[in-house]
């Protein structure tokens, strides 16, 4: 026997021994060197096991994937290995099956995936045992009916909320109108809420909260306590239907995932939607009242295009939008909206040969605009042919738009449209205002798809001669698939026209084309070399036939417009960057024998930001868009000094009016404007909505987050 202190010690050490296995994970050696952790869960009411409880470990505020995951057995265990060194949260949820039984919990009882959650530091080599001990799920279950009738209402939805408007469960009606809501639910305080899908032409029955309440803040709070189960009968009033469809007012086509919300007479959010892969939107269970309805295109796609947001109809604010007067029990109400793009000028065309012809393409638009006096009038083609090819996706909507003459006095204008057609450059030919059209394949793209044409781009002297810049993007080089590479190559490649475009074709590899007013409009392309690590180079020539190489590697080459010895250039380093760090200016005074540096005025830059152009008929007179900035710079000495138009913002696009000397083009965000006398004037062209969609005084309640 052990005399009385030796005792009394033996008894303290075992109750600690006992605590730290009742309160920690038992902790020992295991010989692979890699950490286990297994251990039993059970039914905290019955201390039965439970089997197919997912068990997790999780990296620390890493919920949305589990770093480990292993099953209970049919005796409830499970064992979880392969667990490197660290600091973990292990959880357990019953998601087997449509109903979870039980409550999700993480270790300690802590609740599950919560900022509570007490972590675990795991030792390399170590076995921990952890228990759960899991709670029974609170219950509701309960049948929906329709009121006027007492029969059951099969498949309407039950949602349960808690008290942030968050659906924390929800499940449909079997066909005998009967429920039932585990998964999800714990101890707690919730709402819930009953909503049914009518079939198409039908008016459908009320959304309603429980108890007969037809709002979240008048709805009858729900107390729950696990284990238990709390029956919640309902008997859905006649309601209606707002429904419709929501169409580009450009193309006609469908927009999907727009963004459709319900507002009550108060300006409270009452239900939301997306419209489907035809544009369809369907807003059920209301009761009778007014309500005004928004379009947002925060999720809408078509082809890439942004579109305006607005609310009915076309307005701009939800205190201007226009009521709708709905009845419960009669007929749905069919509400259509067209959503207007919103126009970016992506390409101006021009020609010295017609002094009242412009054309403008749009990013974000399938409808470029003409004009045939000068910018008075602005017109639309009646056809637009490229609409009904089969390439709306990715790059559809941008265009680039040419003009050149013809010889008929009646028809004196050849418009022309070119886009990215998938595996093709497709170009639109209409010489009668876009009543007929022809078209021309002018880059084939095999294996790969063409990327957004450049502008089209037309000489000083005439406009007989048309370049275009292009780049097929081929998934597979010829050259490499022999070799079973999966390597991409791009063809860079130089078109012209030499008959007003009536036809094409190659004129040599480049990826950018200039024309040299100044030198009898001389062409200069950049291309890549055979050395790859080498920059691209321009190359020169008079007559499209011999071409003579130079030394010049910057990536932007701008001829004076008046002077043949004066070149401008831009170069962004480092070359190969897609965000460039630095932006360096020059110029040459004696067709590139000696360079200068200029000054660049943009605070901002990135890949071909900003855009510098030579003014047409004055030597040594530049202008440059600083895009990121939205503001146009002037320079009268050759780029030596700069000053900044106080009267231009949000400018994303420069170029020059090939119709007279001194003449600009700017597209902003409220349009196309265009100076005659270097920038001192401007004269708004076309004028765009600069925003459509106004933030609400109306503070909407968020209480559908489904």
């Known amino acids: 026997m052990l005399p009385p202190r030796a005792l009394w010690v033996s008894i303290v050490i075992a109750l600690v021994f006992s605590f730290v296995l009742i309160f920690q994970p038992a902790i020992a050696q295991t010989p692979d060197g890699s950490a286990t952790v297994s251990g039993v869960v059970v039914d905290e009411v019955s201390g039965m096991p439970v089997a197919r409880i997912i068990v997790a470990v999780y990296l620390p505020d890493e919920y949305n994937r589990p770093y480990r995951t292993g099953f209970t057995d049919t005796s409830g265990r499970y064992t979880i290995e392969d667990i490197a060194a660290g600091t973990y949260a292990i959880c357990v949820e019953d998601r087997w099956g449509d109903v979870s039984w039980h409550v999700a919990e993480c270790y300690n009882e802590k609740p599950f995936q919560s900022s509570d959650v007490d972590n675990i530091a795991i030792g390399e080599s170590q076995s921990l045992e952890i228990n759960f001990d899991m709670a029974r799920a609170p219950v509701i279950q309960g049948k929906v009916t329709v009121a006027l009738t007492g029969g059951p209402l099969a498949d309407a939805e039950v ?213 045939l006096d000068g910018g008075l009038l602005w017109n639309s083609f009646p056809l637009r042919p490229w609409i009904d090819e089969p390439w709306l996706v990715y790059y559809g909507d941008l265009l680039s738009v040419g003009i050149s003459s013809r010889q008929e006095v009646t028809r004196p204008v050849r418009f022309m449209v070119l886009r990215a057609e998938g595996g093709d450059a497709g170009l639109y030919r209409t010489g009668d205002d876009g009543t007929t059209w022809s078209k021309e394949s002018i880059l084939p793209c095999r294996g790969g798809y063409v990327l957004p044409p450049g502008e089209i781009k037309v000489g000083t002297q005439s406009d007989t001669k048309l370049f275009v810049a292009l780049v097929c993007l081929a998934w597979q080089s010829p050259i490499l698939s022999k070799t079973g590479s999966e390597s991409y190559y791009n063809s860079e490649e130089i078109m012209v026209s030499t008959n007003n475009g009536m036809t094409w074709q190659n004129l040599r590899r480049g990826i950018d084309v200039v024309i040299q007013g100044s030198a009898s409009d001389r062409v200069w392309v950049r291309s890549r070399l055979y050395d790859i690590s080498l920059r691209p180079r321009w190359f020169f020539s008079d007559d499209l036939m011999s071409w003579t190489e130079t030394n010049f590697d910057m990536d932007l080459l701008l001829p004076d417009e008046v002077s043949a010895e004066r070149l401008y250039g831009l170069s962004w380093e480092p070359n190969n960057d897609t965000s460039p760090k630095t932006l360096i200016g020059i110029a040459t005074m004696d067709a590139g024998v000696t360079w200068v540096d200029i000054q660049v005025p943009c605070a901002s830059m990135s890949r071909n930001d900003p855009t510098l152009v030579s003014i047409p008929g004055h030597s040594g007179v530049l202008m440059m868009n600083c895009k990121a900035e939205g503001t146009v710079k002037r320079s009268y000495d050759g780029g030596a000094t700069w000053e900044t138009l106080s009267d231009i913002t949000d400018a994303h696009y420069l170029t020059v009016d090939r119709r007279q000397e001194g003449s600009v083009f700017v597209g902003k965000a409220d349009g196309l404007w265009l100076s005659t006398d270097i920038g001192d004037h401007w004269t708004r062209l076309i004028e765009f909505p600069t925003e459509k969609w106004q933030p609400s005084v109306y503070l909407p309640l968020p209480l559908i987050k489904r």
Do not use: C
């Not at 939607?273 to 007014?290: A, H, I, K, S």
């Not at 305006?308 to 939008?321: G, H, K, P, V, W």
């Not at 009521?323 to 959503?339: E, F, N, R």
């Open 159 to 371: 949602l349960v909320y808690d008290l942030n408007g968050k659906v924390v469960s929800s499940t449909k009606t079997n066909e005998a109108g009967e429920y039932y809501l585990a998964s999800g639910l714990k101890t707690g305080t919730y709402k819930l809420r009953f909503k049914h899908y009518p079939g198409e032409n039908w008016h459908g029955l009320r959304t309603e909260f429980y108890d007969d309440k037809l709002r979240f803040d008048d709805a009858e709070p729900i107390a729950l306590l696990n284990g238990n189960t709390t029956i919640l009968n309902a008997a859905l009033e006649l309601g209606t239907v707002i429904y419709g469809t929501v169409t580009s007012e450009d193309t006609k086509g469908p927009l999907a995932y727009v963004t459709v919300k319900l507002f009550d007479y108060r300006g409270e959010l009452v239900d939301e939607t997306y419209t489907d892969g035809l544009g369809g939107y369907r807003l059920v269970g209301l009761d009778t009242g007014q309500y005004r309805v928004s379009f947002d295109l925060n999720m809408a796609l078509d082809a890439g295009t942004e579109f305006f947001s607005e609310y009915y109809d076309e307005q701009t604010s939800l205190e201007r939008a226009t009521p709708i007067g709905v009845m419960a029990g009669q007929s749905p109400t069919q509400i259509d909206v067209q959503l207007e793009p919103k126009k970016i000028v992506r390409s101006v065309a021009t020609s010295p040969n017609i002094p009242n012809a412009i054309a403008v393409g749009f990013t974000n638009s399938f409808s470029p605009l003409f004009s």
